[in-house]
């Protein structure tokens, strides 16, 4: 087996994401083969990643797609065996490496955890494969003592696979000290030997002014303190996982166009927007529920959902099918993305019953189709063509249900040589299945220029790249990286 250290934060959110693939880039910049490793991820935000000898492909969670292009390898689906794609407030799908479990309430999913510690362990055994290091990213906090007697996730894989943890504390939302303390004071005797130091995430100003704090830390739990890191600017040019950074993705200041994003309840791919923020002329609006969308959006996109009828219940119930029959009467364009795509046709049925209670509903009524939920899940990595535009497209499809209908003649793209998506009328609405499409530089850039906008000279996958780079350079800066790559068993 490579060897291996697993970062675990106090807290949901502290950056470990954006730290594990920091410091994948920098292995890998020190010439190490580095894999990354999430033994239970919980995000709307997936990812595909093929299977090997298997038609189609399987899903992860984008945060481990995002790292392993950090490690400058394809992602695999045993990089993020567990995934859970909330569906319900109380329950969610689950994907077992790469392919969906079945779906679980909360309560019974943590019955559940015993047989999936297996998959866990078979996928560890096979990330490892070729490699020098693996670098785990824990979900949670191991200090939730609560849920310890079945966790996979944090302690629970840790002390399994006799994996060492570095503790990730956030300065920025407060009580670190505390945090790191309180989870030190409240660790089993088994868990708290497996940490063997921490380091502080997102701190703002003079670290020095933290050197009380390290050392009031080092008094209360004896661990040493691997470097406190600056804010990194450079990861908001990172596609974000979680839903809970929503509220701060919206572009800062007023630009050529804006573009309004209705923030579902079950949102999914929201990183689908990552491009279009990237571009100059371009501002994003993420809307949260129960405000009005802004009247001077030229463009209005509706993203992908987990629950496509039940966000559209929640669609109406804020007002935004009236906000979006004003856009479209003022002449605004409209782009729905998979789940988004589903909700503009005239209805959508789930005779099944597979996203839940609630078996047909009327849709806004933009696109002139009609969406029925199937069992059979469609997941797979795709070339495409931009029908408008003649122009190549990649990306990835994630979703149940057919649509069809008149305007499904008007496609939007060719994907593998069949027909996708649809277009009204007029050319003002449409939609389709596939996630990715604006990450099309050259397509980016017509489309952007169809609305009346400059886009273009920005190659996005590049972004990514530098961004990753920018990041690696700020850790090995900031932190102890030799310790923490010479401390991997």
Known sequence: MAKAIMLQGTGSDVGKTVLVAGLCRAAKKRGLKVRPFKPQNMSNNAAVADIPGVSGGGEIGRAQWLQAIACGVPPTIHMNPVLLKPQTDVGAQVVVQGKVFGEARARDYQALKGRLMDAVLDSWAKVGEGADLVIVEGAGSPAEINLRSRDIANMGFATRAGVPVILVGDID???????????????????????????????????????????????????????????????????????????????????????????????????????????????????????????????????????????????????????????RKRGGHIVGICGGFQMLGHSVRDPDGIEGSITETQGLGLLNVETVMEPEKTVRNVSARSVPFDLPLEGYEIHLGRTTGPDTLRPSAVINGVDDGAISADGKVSGTYMHGLFSADAFRAKFLESLG?????????????????????????????????????
């Open 453 to 489: 906008v400059k886009g273009g000279g920005i190659d996005y996958r590049a972004e990514v790249e530098r961004a990753l780079d920018e990041i690696a350079a700020e850790l090995e800066t900031h932190l102890d990286c030799d310790a923490i790559f010479g401390l991997a068993r």
């Open 173 to 327: 939302r407060g009580g670190v000290i505390a945090s790191i303390a309180g989870t030190h004071l409240i660790l089993p005797d088994e868990d708290r030997r497996m940490i063997v130091g921490y380091l502080i995430n997102k701190f703002r100003g003079d670290v020095s002014l933290f050197d009380d704090g390290i050392e009031a830390i080092e008094k209360f739990t004896g661990w040493r303190c691997f470097g406190v890191v600056p804010w990194l600017k450079a990861a908001a040019r990172l596609p974000s996982e979680d839903s809970v950074v929503l509220d701060r993705l919206a572009s800062g200041e007023k630009r050529a166009l804006k573009i309004a994003v209705p923030m579902l309840s079950r949102i999914a791919n929201f990183d689908d927007l990552d491009p279009l923020k990237a571009e100059p002329q371009v501002e994003v609006v993420f809307v949260p529920p129960g405000q009005r969308w802004p009247q001077d959006a030229g463009l209005v996109v509706i993203p992908g959902s987990k629950s496509t009828i039940g966000d559209l219940v929640k669609f109406r119930e804020n007002g935004w099918d009236r906000d979006l029959a004003a856009h």
